[in-house]
């Protein structure tokens, strides 16, 4: 979890950051200064942000507005020592409210509800896209783009039309993710995408060989596999 600490008063940061250190969180930015901070959200995406309500020039309350223009999905924690402000944070966009000085429960209860929106956001991105690797470059990839998936030793690949990418994950793993959309898995080895499937052709022992509109590549179905797509399409067919 990467953190960043805004809060003009560095004893606070100290205190702040010595608590997040007892719950094993080492990944931590700190600043005084609100505008250094910005600038640095501006090269550097964090999970989440512990935010000072009561600074100069800029106060907690501008910095997260400003903040989540760059970056939606960070979690605002604003601390403070004036319990009034819990009504106004939330309306700036904040998803915890700490009053200072922070006591461990507390702290935790917050730290908890950081890892639950990270996880939920995470899933929510995974279930429109996948994200993949083909040497330095990153993928973000549309699961209507897929042609077909492919295992490969502790990953598996994925073929979309420009090229293929890597993602360092089960096929069983995929399977599931893509449980509820239109891909179906013909072998061990193979998911294919079912709309992207221009013609199917019976071959040896049952096994279908499949060809796909857009590439030239063809996969070939196992004998059980063969048989439960044809029932998986008689049934989409009924």
Known sequence: MKILIVDDENLAISRLKR???????????????????LKQCTKTKYDAVFLDISMPEITGLELANRILELEPKTFVVFQTAYDEYALEAYKNGGM?????????DSLKEVLKKIETYIQTTTEKLEEKKIIAKRGDKIYLIDLDDIYYIRADLDEVIIKIKETDAYVRKKIGDLEKLLSNKNFFRIHRSYIVNVDKIKSM????????????????????SSKDGAKEFREYLERRLL
């Open 19 to 37: 608590l997040l250190n007892d719950e094993g969180l080492e990944d931590i930015t700190t600043f005084t200064d609100p505008h250094e901070a």
């Open 96 to 104: 915890g409210y700490l009053l200072k000085p922070i006591d461990t």
């Open 201 to 220: 052709q019976s071959v040896e022992q049952s096994k279908l060989q499949i060809s796909f509109d857009g590439i030239d590549e063809v996969v070939t």
